[in-house]
């Protein structure tokens, strides 16, 4: 399954998030939107919100660090 | 029977925790989230130690210490109840049910929030409460800072780098922070102070386009695209009802971090400790843990 974790480089949560998955072994493409005007945008559309991070894992949008949401979505 | 439950796990609640466990005391963590405050601190250059490390780094390194020991943490719930059940203490979280013999409160602090209409559902819809986390979202927009204190400055401090145009929105009529922040925002054109200024609505569609504002008695509309809500910490006490706790409604505690009822110890942030900092809610989770230790020897439970 593709995900992807769009994040600030200042945001502690998305270090978090990006902590997690790594330790769980799942890969992502983490995307830093606050380089990526074009990404911020797509982020801002698929979500329908602007805050970070913000996971897509799937069909499935995630808003910040849930990890129960996290598991569910990958059937961790 | 737990000897402890441990209510957060931010720097006092795993300092607590890294105590009981090398005491070989039976315990049980229940907490909202890990890392707490220190997760979403900018810069931390006062815990001994370490010059330099950031608010996310330290508390990676927090929970990194905790798991070297076998502690069973609940994370993810939210508490609604602590009780006296006989001579045991009851723990009621959104998702369970949990006995102990003593307990230590270290849930900390929150954002406050504004509580004007617009506020719920513009939230991560511009509306923020981590300038830190979101502010580089802000490139090239026009955004408030909301409040006149060190937190609100140093969003505004970030912010100015990053944005079209700042607004501090202050309710009192000077700006209280440090005089090193106020320091550098003075002679950037970007930013506009507006004291006497309270805040009465969030605006927007989809996403935030406004604030409305009372400034000095005159209502106003600010167009803005970001908020960021910076108007201090409430601590997170209100399960904590059956304690005293101060007019902020901090958990009173002596110096052996003892509440008003036996058996029930409080550390950091959510105390009446007086200075909230990292290395201070570290050294109280310890005094904490150590006072509930002597607790346990001397009461038979």
Redesign the interface.
Known sequence: MEVKVYS?????????VK?YLSSKSISFQGID??LD?AA?DEM?KVS?????PTIVIGSEVI?G????AINKALNL | MLDLIIIGAGPAGITAAVYAARRNMSILVVTK?I?GQA????DVENYTGYQFI???EL??KFQAHMSKYNIEIK??EEIIKIEKEGDLIRVTSDKGSYQAKTIIVASGKRSKKLNVPGEKEF????L?Y?A??????F?QKEVAVIGGGNSSLDAAIQLMNIAKKVYIVNINSVVEGDAIMQEKLHGNDKVIILNNSQVEAVLGD??VNGLRIKREGKQETLAVQGIFVEIGLIPNSEFAKILDRNEFGEIKINFHNQTNISGFFAAGDVTDVPEKQIIIACGEGSKACLSVFKYLATHKI
Request: hydrophobic share 30%; glycine share 14%.
């Open positions: 600030t480089p200042t945001c502690p949560y998305c270090t978090m902590e939107v606050s005007k911020a801002i329908g919100q602007m805050g970070v808003v660090f849930d990890k129960e | 989230d890392g997760a979403i601190s900018g950031t608010g996310p508390a990676i994370e993810n939230k991560n819809r511009g923020t981590c830190t986390c979101d502010g580089p979202l490139a989809k996403m």
